[in-house]
């Protein structure tokens, strides 16, 4: 039995001896593509040596003695922090994720395919200005330098992903940022899914002019009611009880949800509200949580002067920023840059689509997809002269499109001479908002709205190219319309000078949280579907309470978490239910009910994640817009899991006889609004006590708003998740200025998924106490120290200092890398 018992004992130990030297393997190897920030490296590429000074939180400062050297300086600080989130954007544009994940990620290489981004990029190489091209050419130089210096000391693949996920890596070339750019526009582009849910709205709905309630147009639109699609679409009646496949999102998917398509905030003050005489500028664009954050913070010296803020890994420009004489933002504009087309397929030849001057054959390519550990699979994809066939899975497409028919695609990101990366390396050199506004004319997609300052001026400009309509398009761009009708065909693009324009407002303050900024008649609107209806009336109440702003007022709105609609909603709905009634017994549901309507109605819609109020008021919503549509839209509710403030209005105040949604059809009594709302509020406390207990008053917000930088690959791994993702407790909501957009759906619905990934606030008067802060850290290794270190300080609502004196970067650098050019031989 001994002899038996140290047996066992010597396996064991050997056995955790391997396990410990595995781990330690692993450890090293992985490790060994842990960046090295103070170093001299000899590379081919440059004109002159360049500089790069990490400071303190990990910002290289780039400094080269001519532009193409600091983007070559660029190129390489990317690769050094953000190699595998680089790969990963290039995969994805090219539509080559199978040859890395297998079969999971067929369907969004399908499509990426057929909407064929990388060759358009590679076509828009030419249109670039002399200046782009060559800063194009010297950025990815810097990557590939720093390929070669992976390859020749042997620094573990450069990732610890590209280790895990052994692949091999091509180059890079300038095509490959542009394409990077296009697929930013996938990522924020939502206007397809607004058409096909529209249709679909139209089909499952027993009264058409019920649509106006539940995809309600911006207040002020004035516009008339469209027919409903099964009259505007021949076949379309057979598709009104069409099957809806419920599919999981996958991390690695670009195609947002459409409540997830873009969001952000920015506004600014001229020297006449500001305390310090000089010009303001605050900037947050919100894009889904990963980790790392889609941004990495960096400084360039240029021929023109220093430039500092957020990048985007792949491509070589500030997107929002400042320089000494300039300061830029950007918001979604939520222009209306995509129409879907019902194609009429010739039932005598599938091969050809139906124009206005008769049938006509697709534009057809053959494409190889490569899977991993699986066949390949041909692709034959087709265009028409509106644009590229989709499939009809993808956004649902197939639910609106009748047999015989397909659906493609108008998008002005489909451009094969885009010139929008042009548009962005000549704002970066701009010196002031008239120079600004004119780079502004190349940019072509994805849309937005950018505010500008300089030392005397503030400005809005929307950018992009606006597709021009014809007056009597059938849909008016807000559902799928037959291609083959010459009026629903674009006419081309507008000029420049229709884009919205807003210079030197009387007010002095301009802002944008993704608000309606027009109001033009149809085919001059810019957009049906905005982004925001309620975040802009409590920014207009916190830059109308001061006759003068500071740095730190623009910070204390960006990090603002008052609920404009959680104070305008719930005196609405709760109406009947404030203060009526005896005091129910202890126990029951009555009881509980009664403790929650006390609790709200204290409550000053402040979404601060201490508080329980935050948690009862966002399950109440969720609950009752459910309560209120679920009967009339069956399975097609799961697409309005968020609660739209301006629907639920609607149906409280009966406009236009909205308050209809409350009586429940199947049942034989008339429910009403109130009766509803009490229904809601109980199922809302049911779901509460089976997930967080009964106790109430001991409820925090922050509990079930967890911002979710998850890494989109190993995020699911166990164990490994531990390590690579970054879960915080957030204040914030759907609605509030700090945004914080919950998940909508799943088991944890009110996760933080969507918000600031980056903040900016630039100070004209004392340029470098400007400020900034991204959201997890700026390397994308999860070994680094620089992963997460900025992460509490972004939920912390803290920045670091936004300066371009290289003294101060150097006085706490953690690192300076010298590249040096090669000699030639």
């Known amino acids: 039995m001994a002899s038996i018992f140290k047996w066992l004992l010597r396996l064991t130990g050997g056995a955790i001896l391997l396990v410990l030297v595995a781990v330690l393997g692993l450890y090293y190897l992985l490790s060994r593509s842990l960046p090295d920030y103070d170093k001299s490296l000899t590379v081919e590429g440059l004109s002159a040596p360049v500089e790069i000074v990490r400071d303190h939180a990990n910002v290289p400062h780039i400094f080269g003695q001519a532009d193409a050297d600091t983007f070559f300086g660029l190129g390489y600080a990317h690769a050094q922090d953000r190699l595998w989130q680089m790969v990963m954007l290039r995969r994805t544009a090219q539509g080559r994720l199978s040859e890395v994940f297998g079969p999971r990620t067929l369907e969004i290489d399908k499509v990426m395919r057929r909407f064929d981004l990388h060759d358009l990029a590679r076509s828009s190489v030419a249109a670039q200005t002399p200046e782009t091209l060559r800063a194009l050419e010297a950025y990815a130089a810097g990557v590939n330098a720093r390929l070669a210096e992976i390859n020749a000391d042997a620094l573990g693949r450069g990732a610890p992903e590209m280790f895990l996920f052994n692949?091999?890596?091509?180059?890079?070339?300038?095509?490959?940022?542009?394409?990077?750019?296009?697929?930013?526009?996938?990522?924020?582009?939502?206007?397809?899914?607004?058409?096909?849910?529209?249709?679909?709205?139209?089909?499952?709905?027993?009264?058409?002019?019920?649509?106006?309630?539940?995809?309600?147009?911006?207040?002020?639109?004035?516009?008339?009611?469209?027919p409903d699609y099964a009259s505007l679409m021949p076949g379309a009646e057979t598709l009104r009880h069409a099957a809806l496949a419920e599919r999981p999102r996958d991390p690695l998917s670009p195609f947002n949800p459409r409540a997830f398509a873009g969001a952000s905030n920015a506004w600014a003050a001229a020297p006449a509200r500001s305390a310090s005489s000089g010009t303001l500028l605050a900037n947050d664009p919100h894009l889904g949580f990963?980790?790392?954050?889609?941004?990495?913070?960096?400084?360039?010296?240029?021929?023109?002067?220093?430039?500092?803020?957020?990048?985007?890994?792949?491509?070589?420009?500030?997107?929002?920023?400042?320089?000494?004489?300039?300061g830029w933002g950007l918001t979604s504009s939520y222009l209306d840059d995509q129409d879907v087309h019902i194609e009429r397929l010739n039932p005598e030849n599938p091969g050809e689509y139906l124009t206005p001057e008769g049938y006509k054959?697709?534009?057809?390519?053959?494409?190889?997809?490569?899977?991993?550990?699986?066949?390949?699979?041909?692709?034959?994809?087709?265009?028409?002269?509106?644009?590229?066939?989709?499939?009809?899975?993808?956004?649902?497409?197939?639910?609106?499109?009748?047999?015989?028919?397909?659906?493609?695609?108008?998008?002005?990101?489909?451009?094969?001479?885009?010139?929008?990366?042009?548009?962005?390396?000549?704002?970066?050199?701009?010196?002031?908002?008239?120079?600004?506004?004119?780079?502004?004319?190349?940019?072509?997609?994805?849309?937005?709205?950018?505010?500008?300052?300089?030392?005397?001026?503030?400005?809005?400009?929307?950018?992009?190219?606006?597709?021009?309509?014809?007056?009597?398009?059938?849909?008016?761009?807000?559902?799928?319309?037959?291609?083959?009708?010459?009026?629903?065909?674009w006419q081309g693009i507008s000029p420049y000078s229709a884009n919205p324009e807003f210079i030197a407002p009387a007010g002095g303050v301009l802002g944008n949280t993704n608000n309606k900024t027009v109001d033009r008649p149809f085919p001059l609107h810019v957009s049906f579907v905005w982004g925001d209806t309620q975040r802009i009336h409590r920014w207009q109440r916190l830059m109308q309470s001061r006759e003068v702003h500071t740095r730190d007022s623009f910070i204390e709105a960006q990090l603002d978490t008052v609920s404009f609609t959680a104070r305008s909603l719930l005196p609405l709905i709760g109406a009947n239910l404030w203060f009526t009634g005896e005091a129910a017994p202890d126990g029951t549901p009555e009881r509980q009910r009664q403790r929650a309507l006390d609790l709200l109605s204290d409550w000053n819609g402040e979404m601060n994640e201490h508080l329980p109020e935050p948690l009862i008021y966002a399950a109440w919503m969720r609950a009752l817009q459910?309560?209120?549509?679920?009967d009339d839209l069956g399975p097609l509710s799961r697409e309005f899991a968020h609660p739209d403030p301006v629907f639920i209005e609607r149906v409280y105040r009966d406009i236009d006889g909205a308050s209809a949604w409350c009586d429940v059809r199947q049942s034989s009594p008339v429910e009403t609004c109130t009766d509803i709302a009490r229904m809601a509020l109980d199922d809302?406390?049911?779901?509460?006590?089976?997930?967080?207990?009964?106790?109430?008053?001991?409820?925090?917000?922050?509990?079930?708003?967890?911002?979710?930088?998850?890494?989109?690959?190993?995020?699911?791994?166990?164990?490994?998740?531990?390590?690579?993702?970054?879960?915080?407790?957030?204040?914030?909501?759907?609605?509030?200025?700090?945004?914080?957009?919950?998940?909508?759906?799943?088991?944890?619905?009110?996760?933080?998924?969507?918000?600031?990934?980056?903040?900016?606030?630039?100070?004209?008067?004392?340029?470098?106490?400007?400020?900034?802060?991204?959201?997890?850290?700026?390397?994308?290794?999860?070994?680094?120290?620089?992963?997460?270190?900025?992460?509490?300080?972004?939920?912390?609502?803290?920045?670091?200092?936004?300066?371009?004196?290289?003294?101060?970067?150097?006085?706490?650098?953690?690192?300076?890398?010298?590249?040096?050019?090669?000699?030639?031989?």
């Open 626 to 630: 459910d309560r209120l549509i679920r």
């Open 361 to 489: 054959p697709f534009r057809t390519a053959r494409s190889i997809i490569r899977i991993k550990d699986a066949e390949p699979v041909t692709l034959t994809l087709r265009w028409t002269d509106n644009g590229p066939v989709l499939p009809g899975s993808h956004a649902d497409l197939g639910t609106v499109t009748p047999a015989g028919h397909v659906a493609s695609l108008s998008w002005t990101a489909l451009d094969p001479a885009d010139t929008t990366m042009s548009a962005a390396i000549a704002l970066m050199g701009a010196a002031s908002v008239t120079e600004a506004l004119a780079a502004g004319e190349l940019y072509i997609a994805p849309s937005q709205n950018v505010l500008l300052v300089d030392n005397d001026t503030i400005a809005m400009k929307t950018l992009g190219a606006m597709p021009r309509r014809n007056a009597q398009h059938e849909s008016q761009g807000r559902m799928p319309s037959r291609g083959w009708v010459r009026q629903n065909r």
């Open 167 to 226: 692949a091999p890596m091509a180059p890079w070339q300038p095509a490959d940022s542009l394409a990077i750019l296009k697929l930013m526009a996938v990522q924020l582009s939502s206007h397809l899914e607004h058409e096909v849910l529209r249709a679909r709205t139209s089909l499952a709905l027993e009264e058409a002019t019920r649509i106006d309630d539940i995809l309600p147009l911006a207040p002020g639109s004035g516009l008339a009611a469209l």
């Open 684 to 825: 809302a406390l049911v779901w509460i006590n089976e997930r967080y207990g009964t106790a109430l008053e001991s409820l925090r917000w922050g509990d079930a708003h967890q911002a979710t930088h998850d890494h989109p690959v190993l995020g699911d791994v166990p164990v490994l998740r531990y390590f690579v993702n970054i879960r915080q407790s957030t204040s914030g909501g759907d609605n509030t200025l700090q945004r914080g957009r919950t998940r909508g759906a799943g088991p944890e619905p009110f996760q933080n998924v969507h918000g600031a990934g980056y903040r900016g606030v630039y100070d004209f008067a004392d340029p470098d106490s400007s400020v900034f802060i991204i959201s997890t850290g700026q390397s994308g290794h999860f070994l680094s120290r620089h992963y997460d270190d900025l992460a509490q300080l972004w939920r912390r609502g803290e920045y670091i200092p936004m300066s371009l004196d290289p003294e101060l970067a150097r006085a706490a650098a953690v690192g300076i890398t010298l590249l040096e050019p090669a000699v030639p031989q």
């Open 290 to 326: 990963s980790a790392p954050a889609i941004w990495y913070l960096a400084r360039l010296e240029l021929e023109r002067g220093g430039v500092i803020g957020g990048t985007i890994p792949g491509m070589p420009a500030i997107l929002s920023g400042r320089s000494n004489d300039l």
